[in-house]
C-alpha cells in the first residue's frame, strides 16, 4: 500500500485507496474498530486471511499510520495491535460500505458472521424510528466475548465489556443473533434448538430485534 502499488493520482481517493484499498486491509480496520488484538485474535475473526497475508496488512497499516503496535503490561504481556485515532476515523467508511454492501443483489445473507462484524452491523443498521420508544440496556454474550448496549432516546450504543444489571441478557453466537436481528429469524425455534438464550424482558427483547431493519436491495 504506501510502501509497493500506488495509483500515482492527486486524488484524495486514490490516494485513500493507496493506504487501505489491497484486500483485507479494511477488514483489518474492522477487526480493531471494537478495541485493540493479538494477531492470534485477528485471525480468529479473519479465518480465510493467511498469516504471511495478515502479517503483511499489518505491516502496512503501520506505515501508513492507521494501525499501532502495543506491548501491554505484566501479566499479560502480550503486543496488541490497535488503531490509531486516524484509524479510528475509518469506522464512518466501514460503516457506509456496509450499508452499501447490504443493498447488494447478491448479498449472501445467512453466511457465517464473525463477532466483530455482526457488532459493527448493529451500530450500521440501527435506526431510531424503528426502535420508537424503546428505553432498555442489554449484554450481549457471544462465545467467550462480552457487550454493553443500550437503546436511549433514539440512539443506539454497543461497547465491549459486561453490563451493568441490563434488562436483557441475549447469548448465543454471531449468526444465531444475526439470524434473529437482520432475516426476522423465529426466537422460540432458536432458543428450542439451543442457538439462542434471552434472560429478563422478553418484550424489551423482541423490539430490539426489530430495530435494524436492512435497506431496500438496489435495482438488479
Same mark, same amino acid.
Request: glycine share 10%; net charge negative; aromatic share 6%.
Given at each position: ?31 480493531? $474498530? ?7 485474535? %485477528? #485471525?480468529?475473526?479473519?479465518? =480465510? !486471511? &493467511?498469516?504471511?497475508? +495478515? ?57 457465517? $458472521? ?7 452491523? %448493529? #451500530?450500521?443498521?440501527?435506526? =431510531? !424510528? &424503528?426502535?420508537?420508544? +424503546? ?78 431493519? +436492512? ?6
Amino acid at each position: 500500500m504506501a510502501t509497493t502499488r500506488t495509483y500515482g493520482e492527486g486524488c484524495a481517493a486514490a490516494h485513500a485507496l493507496d493506504l487501505v484499498g489491497e484486500r483485507w486491509a479494511l477488514l483489518v480496520v474492522r477487526e480493531l $474498530l471494537l478495541g485493540p488484538k493479538r494477531f492470534t485474535d %485477528l #485471525r480468529r475473526g479473519m479465518p =480465510s !486471511a &493467511s498469516p504471511n497475508v +495478515l502479517s503483511q496488512r499489518l505491516r502496512d497499516l503501520e506505515v501508513a499510520g492507521v494501525v499501532a503496535k502495543r506491548r501491554l503490561p505484566p501479566p499479560a504481556a502480550s503486543q496488541v495491535y490497535e488503531l490509531t485515532d486516524w484509524g479510528v476515523d475509518l469506522e464512518p467508511v466501514v460503516k457506509a460500505l456496509g450499508r452499501w454492501g447490504a443493498r447488494s443483489p447478491a448479498m449472501p445473507h445467512g453466511q457465517i $458472521l464473525g463477532t466483530d462484524s455482526f457488532i459493527l452491523a %448493529l #451500530r450500521t443498521m440501527f435506526d =431510531s !424510528a &424503528s426502535a420508537g420508544k +424503546l428505553d432498555a440496556t442489554y449484554e450481549l454474550r457471544i462465545g467467550d466475548d462480552r457487550f454493553s448496549a443500550s437503546v436511549e432516546n433514539g440512539e443506539f450504543e454497543v461497547e465491549r465489556g459486561n453490563g451493568d444489571r441490563p434488562d436483557v441478557v441475549l447469548e448465543g453466537d454471531s449468526s444465531a443473533l444475526a439470524a434473529l436481528v437482520f432475516l426476522d429469524g423465529d426466537l422460540a425455534e432458536l432458543e428450542k434448538a439451543g442457538d439462542v438464550k434471552v434472560e429478563g424482558d422478553r418484550a424489551a427483547a423482541q423490539a430490539l430485534f426489530g430495530a435494524f431493519p +436492512l435497506p431496500e436491495p438496489a435495482a438488479a
